[in-house]
Each structure stands twice: as structure tokens, then as C-alpha cells.
Nanobody, 126 residues
């Protein structure tokens, strides 16, 4: 059974970097499911796709967030990481990692993904 677990600090100071980790079990991020996504949901708003990293390490980002989003992977630890630079209170959201078998960009329908993590709330505040 494939499981995704997000982790990271629940509170980030404005202008700092938000760093999250998605730990994957039951599949290899390098040879199993092909694409590993980060998606977020601000309070009271819809889902926003942020970016994806493939099994080979290729990355694709939302044009809206591309300038300050970095997605990477730690293959030995089977983890996918997210860094969001220069955060503001508007970056407060529940952050999810999700897995898909095909390359899909900008999709926020949960049905398009094979697996989702439970999400982690990150609040940006001083």
C-alpha cells in the first residue's frame, strides 16, 4: 500500500522559506509511481497545484509560483521536498503531496491522482 506523509514546521515567519517533506512508503519515487506533486489549499479556497517532480528528477512548476518554488527528491530516503521562498501570509494553506502515473500539470481534481497525503497545515505569520 502506497502512503504519502507530509511533514514540516507548522509556522513560518513572513519572508522566510517554507520547507516541507513528503515521505513515501510502499513505492519507490525513482522506480514506482512516476510523478510526485505538491498541491495546496488556502483556508476557505480551492486547491492550487504548485509543481511536480518525475521519477527521473525532471521538474515542472505552476507559472504563478515558478519564481520561488523548488521541488527536489532524496532518493535514498524516498522523500520529495518542497521549498517555497519569501513566503507571505497568503501562502498559509494545507499542503499536500500526491502521486500520479502520468504527467499532469495544473490539475486539482483529486480523482486525477493515484494517492494523496493527509496534508499539513502551514501558517505564515509573525
Amino acid at each position: 500500500q502506497v502512503k504519502l506523509q507530509e511533514s514540516g514546521p507548522g509556522l513560518v515567519t513572513p519572508s522566510q522559506t517554507l520547507s516541507l517533506t513528503c515521505t513515501v512508503s510502499g513505492a519507490s519515487i525513482a522506480t514506482g509511481f512516476d510523478y510526485w506533486h505538491w498541491i495546496r489549499q488556502p483556508p476557505g479556497k480551492g486547491l492550487e497545484w504548485m509543481g511536480v517532480i518525475s521519477y527521473s528528477g525532471s521538474t515542472y512548476y505552476s507559472p504563478h509560483l515558478k519564481s520561488r518554488t523548488f521541488i527536489a527528491r532524496d532518493t535514498p530516503k524516498n522523500q520529495v521536498t518542497l521549498q517555497l521562498l519569501s513566503v507571505t501570509p497568503e501562502d498559509t494553506a494545507v499542503y499536500f503531496c500526491a502521486a500520479s502515473k502520468t504527467l499532469i500539470l495544473g490539475v486539482t481534481s483529486k480523482d486525477a491522482y493515484e494517492y494523496w497525503g493527509q496534508g499539513t497545515l502551514v501558517t505564515v505569520a509573525s
